[in-house]
């Protein structure tokens, strides 16, 4: 296999950028970009730290982030798995990207910039979801601000075709590791038992 191991050799296979792709870029939440994003329910938290990368999927019942300002935006951590990696990153390393999804919507926008975790009360407790609020909440100071073309979403069809029934179900990958975990009791209780611990 050819690897291919500096950026010459890599510019030299493309063509060059189509230059709405670099001017889109913007450096703060500009009007329709703050209308995107407060839309969005759902986006792919991405970061770096001394361990590597992580990707994290992240909703909420309501716009998935709050924008402070045209710079600032606040992502709240809800309940999830307490790995924690994506935060021990942001500790280490706050380089962050958001990419945020809206179903029927073929662009995907994404936000990049530095962030640093709070657990001050004067902001968890402005976040409430039936009365429970965040341990934590990422703000993040923007850099750059773009909609990535719908190429991606088009040829996949994300949002108007359901592949999920040839799926091993999360059951199924947790009994993979460990042949005697109940995988049909885990598959039949988590419908019920998730949402309360959603927040």
């Not at 990368?53 to 307490?82: E, K, M």
């Not at 004067?122 to 750059?144: A, C, W, Y």
């Amino acid at each position: 296999m050819q690897i291919i191991e500096d950026i010459a050799a890599l510019e030299a296979l493309y063509d060059k950028p189509v230059p709405a792709s670099l001017s889109k870029v913007a450096h703060s939440l500009t009007p329709l970009y703050r209308r995107w994003i407060g839309a969005a329910r759902f986006c792919v938290l991405s970061t770096v730290g001394p361990e590597g990368t992580d990707a994290s999927p992240r909703g909420d019942d309501g716009p998935v982030v709050r924008i402070v300002d045209d710079r600032t935006v606040w992502l709240p951590d809800w309940r999830g798995n307490n790995r924690l990696d994506c935060l021990r990153n942001i500790v280490a390393d706050g380089r962050v990207s958001l990419m945020f999804m809206v179903p029927g919507s073929l662009n995907v926008v994404r936000v990049n910039g530095r962030a640093v975790l709070t657990n001050d009360a004067t902001v968890t407790q402005t976040f409430e979801q039936r009365g429970k609020h965040p341990k934590t909440v990422i703000v993040l100071t923007v850099d750059e601000v773009y909609f990535q073309c719908a190429k991606a979403l088009m040829r996949s069809a994300l949002w108007t075709r359901d592949d999920s029934a040839c799926l091993p179900s999360a059951g199924q990958l947790l009994q993979e590791r460990d042949p005697g975990f109940d995988a049909r009791g885990y598959d039949l209780s988590y419908p019920e038992e998730a949402p309360k611990r959603m927040w």
